[in-house]
């Protein structure tokens, strides 16, 4: 019924920038919070950043200063703007977001939902 798919990840080199979309679509009545986790090969899934619905950010301490989390409510979409990349920042990047969804019988359904997740590989 709903639907995360994210875009943008890739190789770029070290101190090069991406720029990766998240769009969730489906039968939805509200996007609450959205956000942004990595996991990296052998490591647990970690905060990047999230985006309340009225803007409100919150960065984990390795994005703080160099990504940037926005979001355009009308396309329930966020972006995420990473600077200065470096090699810790390889890693599989999943899209979160809190969803309000209609069922199919009428029903008001509140999930949590993830992406299948993007690869940026940072490296030389």
């Known amino acids: 019924q709903v639907q995360l798919v994210e875009s943008g990840g890739g190789l770029v080199q070290p101190g090069g920038s991406l720029r990766l979309t998240c769009a969730a679509s489906?039968?939805?009545?509200?996007?609450?919070?959205m956000g942004w986790y990595r996991q990296a090969p052998g490591k647990e899934r970690r905060l990047v950043a999230t985006?309340?619905?009225?803007?409100?950010?919150n960065y984990g301490d390795s994005s703080k200063g160099r990504f940037t989390i926005s979001r355009d409510n009308a396309k329930n979409t966020i972006y995420l703007q990473m600077n200065s990349l470096n090699f810790e920042d390889t890693a599989l990047y999943y899209c979160?977001?809190?969803?309000?969804?209609?069922?199919?019988?009428?029903?008001?359904?509140?999930?949590?939902?993830w992406g299948q997740g993007t690869h940026v590989t940072v490296s030389s």
């Open positions: 979160n977001a809190d969803i309000l969804a209609l069922g199919f019988d009428g029903n008001y359904i509140a999930s949590k939902e």
């Open positions: 489906g039968r939805i009545l509200r996007v609450d919070t």
């Open positions: 985006i309340t619905s009225d803007g409100s950010t």
